[in-house]
């Protein structure tokens, strides 16, 4: 049964995902339960091993599960997400709720447009790591550890406090730890993006 949940998982995953291997850098660099598919994105996950120990201990209970999240751009999905969002998280289901696979993708070119930063800019590395710790290590961890939908963790809710959130609240852990700021707020006020507009 279980070869059978992690077959159908892998076929829905195959759906939504275009039809292009990862990079054998993308894996070789970045290693257990998070893949990614982008150079931008696979340094953004050297950081935040190297920097978080939050995110090691996740990551490392992740692995021992054997599930693990994919970490894309918007190029290789299949359905199109919404142009004007940074980033979304899609948890890959079986018909009983079990996850063993998260997609999360995050749009890089986006970013780039929204901060007319180099990718190797300081503050574009910033955002991106804020957007990681935000999706997955927010959101796609508790789905992986919990293997199930019932695991997850959820954006605020109108009328509640951002900070009061679950997401926001484990965002923040890795926010202290790497010395990105706290986020208080909904949007996209807390990334360098927001503060350059205001210039």
Same mark, same amino acid.
């Given at each position: 049964?279980?070869?059978?949940?992690?077959?159908?998982?892998?076929?829905?995953?195959?759906?939504?995902?275009?039809?292009?291997?990862?990079?054998?850098?993308?894996?070789?660099?970045?290693?257990?339960?998070?893949?990614?598919? $982008?150079? @931008?994105?696979?340094?953004? =996950?050297?950081? %935040?091993?190297?920097? *978080?120990?939050?995110?090691?201990? !996740?990551?490392?209970?992740?692995?021992?599960?054997?599930?693990?999240?994919?970490?894309?751009?918007?190029?290789?999905?299949?359905?199109?997400?919404?142009?004007?969002?940074?980033?979304?998280?899609?948890?890959?289901?079986?018909?009983?709720?079990?996850?063993?696979?998260?997609?999360?993708?995050?749009?890089?070119?986006?970013?780039?447009?929204?901060?007319?930063?180099?990718?190797?800019?300081?503050?574009?590395?910033?955002?991106?790591?804020?957007?990681?710790? $935000?999706? @997955?290590?927010?959101?796609? =961890?508790?789905? %992986?550890?919990?293997? *199930?939908?019932?695991?997850?963790? !959820?954006?605020?809710?109108?009328?509640?406090?951002?900070?009061?959130?679950?997401?926001?609240?484990?965002?923040?852990?890795?926010?202290?730890?790497?010395?990105?700021?706290?986020?208080?707020?909904?949007?996209?006020?807390?990334?360098?993006?927001?503060?350059?507009?205001?210039?």
């Amino acid at each position: 049964m279980e070869r059978r949940v992690r077959i159908i998982g892998l076929l829905v995953t195959a759906a939504l995902v275009a039809a292009a291997p990862l990079p054998v850098w993308a894996q070789d660099k970045t290693g257990g339960p998070v893949v990614v598919s $982008h150079a @931008v994105l696979a340094s953004s =996950i050297q950081r %935040l091993t190297a920097q *978080s120990p939050s995110w090691r201990e !996740a990551t490392a209970a992740v692995a021992a599960t054997g599930r693990r999240a994919l970490v894309i751009t918007p190029d290789q999905v299949k359905t199109p997400i919404d142009p004007d969002t940074l980033a979304q998280v899609f948890p890959i289901a079986d018909d009983q709720s079990r996850v063993e696979t998260v997609l999360v993708v995050v749009n890089l070119d986006l970013l780039r447009k929204l901060s007319g930063l180099p990718v190797t800019a300081v503050d574009f590395e910033d955002d991106v790591d804020r957007l990681i710790a $935000h999706e @997955v290590y927010g959101h796609a =961890i508790p789905f %992986l550890l919990s293997g *199930s939908l019932a695991g997850k963790c !959820a954006d605020p809710v109108a009328g509640q406090s951002a900070v009061a959130s679950c997401v926001i609240q484990r965002e923040n852990v890795i926010r202290r730890e790497m010395r990105l700021g706290l986020r208080s707020e909904c949007g996209r006020e807390s990334l360098a993006i927001a503060r350059r507009d205001r210039q």
